[in-house]
């Protein structure tokens, strides 16, 4: 069983138009998260939710939007695509979101915008 | 703020080598401190991690890594690579208090020679 799934693994699109990426974990876990990995391989948090609601939410355009329907999902919304929106996306999820805990992750979904 | 430093973009070593890879932290106390491997096309996933005790920990895959606070460091050692072991490897700090936002640094690539 994948602990932490995320769809589409690719997803290549035009500039201005709007996609959602999906993330589910079945691990229980309370805290979920977004990262954005560039071509460089620098990992950075977007954002993260605890049961639910938003509890951090980093320098990002209000171009994207999370939405966590329960504590098992995690989505991430993406208004009118630019260039530099093309990276890997990083799904995670940790039992409490404390600072000691193990960040589980999903596949990645890279994005390609034209 | 938090942060890391992984001197080494990329690292090259020959099967049955000894590796050792880099991190320096930047941190006011005493950071929770974690090894994560992403081998290509994945995500990332826990290999070690420390927050107190003993300062040579133990991870999966055959990985060790030593606590150094007079240094601020915290190295991965691994005495002998196997193939399998290619893939990029982060150190990531985590700070207690207050939202936990954790910190990457950039990665370092690991490349083995047969």
């Known amino acids: 069983d994948t602990a932490v799934s995320q769809t589409p693994k690719y997803l290549v699109t035009q500039m201005g138009n709007d996609k959602s990426i999906k993330c589910e974990q079945n691990?229980?876990?309370?805290?979920m998260y977004w990262y954005k990995q560039d071509s460089k391989k620098f990992l950075k948090i977007m954002f993260s939710?605890?049961?639910?609601?938003?509890?951090i939410n980093e320098t990002v355009p209000n171009r994207f939007s999370p939405k966590s329907p329960d504590k098992a999902h995690l989505n991430l919304h993406i208004n009118s695509l630019e260039l530099g929106d093309s990276a890997v996306y990083f799904c995670?999820?940790?039992?409490?979101?404390?600072?000691?805990?193990?960040?589980?992750f999903g596949p990645g979904t890279r994005l390609t915008v034209l | 703020a938090q942060s890391v430093t992984q001197p080494d973009i990329h690292i090259t070593v020959s099967e049955g080598a000894s590796l050792e890879l880099r991190c320096n932290y930047s941190?006011?106390?005493?950071?929770?401190l974690f090894w994560y491997v992403q081998s290509p096309g994945q995500g990332l996933q826990l290999l070690l991690k420390?927050?107190?005790?003993?300062?040579l920990v133990q991870g999966i895959k055959g990985f060790e890594a030593e606590f150094k606070r007079s240094q601020s460091s915290f190295n991965l050692r691994k005495p002998s690579v196997h193939w399998s072991d290619a893939a990029e490897y982060f150190c990531?700090?985590?700070?207690?208090?207050?939202?936990?936002?954790?910190?990457f640094g950039r990665g370092t690539s690991l490349i083995v020679h047969p």
């Open positions: 990531a700090v985590g700070a207690a208090g207050g939202s936990y936002i954790p910190t």
């Open positions: 420390y927050f107190s005790g003993d300062t």
């Open positions: 941190y006011g106390a005493t950071p929770y």
């Open positions: 691990l229980g876990h309370d805290t």
């Open positions: 939710y605890n049961n639910k609601e938003l509890i």
């Open positions: 995670a999820s940790s039992p409490s979101g404390g600072a000691w805990d193990t960040q589980y």
